[in-house]
């Protein structure tokens, strides 16, 4: 099992939507409903402020972490606020990952799946909501960028590994390798629950290790890259950014910025103006 077998069953999954329908709509935020292939998901799209349907709009996919205890993406969060204000010219697009839910106005949107393809699975998920926010929405297709903190960062670096259009890449404190032995230790439970709580035979686990996790995919990385990391990090130790500085030094697109801090970074002002300097 190696990297090119995984890129070649990627290249077999499907991306587009069937049907989509907008399950709610506010003057800034649209809740689509969309299926593929026998399942239903939900993506949350966040519209610019002065929306104008005849421009073309930079676009932010945003990639939310992994909570194993409350699997909800809280679309109210103060943190959703900030971005739209900070990226006031952007469409941001929050997918729900399979098995969790979007939550607004106290309402959960549920989409359908494995909760434990929590890394491989929910890559296919945010390209999916992206590949359907193109047919919706005015995006420009020049100025994508994926972003994300923990697993949700780990899915950024797997997102544009796998779809060379996105422009540029954010990475906080995302794991980065689970085929490292290691990792059975270090992450514990929810490896386990992740890898092996289903029964499948060895090659298939393999496989599901290496294609969910980007240090395997990087070669050809042509996206600016932003990565953050704590490095008093207890959940993603630094080395995880150690190898990504290991793989991408020396190329001119690529900055890491490593933090006095532990593992819940947020980095606001860090990731928004670096966007608006490489998205551009």
């Known amino acids: 099992m190696d990297s090119a077998e995984v890129r070649a069953?990627?290249?077999?999954?499907?991306?587009?939507?069937?049907?989509?329908?907008?399950?709610?709509?506010?003057?800034?935020?649209?809740?689509?409903?969309?299926?593929?292939?026998?399942?239903?998901?939900?993506?949350?799209?966040?519209?610019p402020m002065n929306y104008d349907e005849q421009k073309k709009y930079p676009t932010l996919v945003w990639l939310n972490g992994l909570n194993q205890v409350d699997p909800s993406v809280f679309l109210e969060h103060d943190y959703f606020e900030r971005m739209r204000i900070e990226l006031s010219d952007y469409i941001i697009i929050v997918p729900s990952f399979r098995g969790q839910a979007l939550v607004y106005r106290n309402k959960k949107y549920c989409s359908d799946g494995f909760f434990g393809d929590a890394y491989d699975g929910a890559?296919?998920?945010?390209?999916?909501?992206?590949?359907l926010g193109k047919k919706l929405y005015p995006i420009d297709e020049s100025r994508i960028a994926v972003a994300g903190q923990s697993r949700g960062g780990t899915v950024a670096l797997l997102m544009a590994a796998r779809d060379s259009m996105i422009r540029t890449v954010v990475d906080i404190t995302g794991p980065v390798d689970f085929y490292d032995k290691r990792s059975y230790y270090r992450y514990g439970k929810q490896f386990k629950y992740q890898f092996l709580s289903q029964s499948k035979n060895l090659k298939t686990i393999r496989h599901k290790m290496i294609a969910s996790s980007p240090i395997y995919f990087l070669e050809d990385y042509k996206h600016p890259i932003l990565i953050v990391y704590g490095k008093s990090d207890r959940v993603v130790p630094i080395e995880n950014a150690e190898k990504l500085i290991l793989k991408l030094k020396g190329r001119d697109y690529f900055e890491a910025k490593l933090l006095n801090r532990g593992h819940d970074i947020r980095a606001t002002k860090i990731i928004f103006d670096w966007l608006k300097i490489h998205n551009n």
């Open 9 to 47: 069953g990627w290249n077999n999954i499907q991306l587009e939507a069937e049907n989509s329908v907008v399950e709610k709509g506010y003057s800034h935020l649209n809740i689509v409903y969309h299926g593929t292939l026998g399942q239903g998901h939900y993506t949350a799209y966040f519209l």
């Open 123 to 131: 890559a296919t998920d945010g390209l999916r909501a992206l590949n």
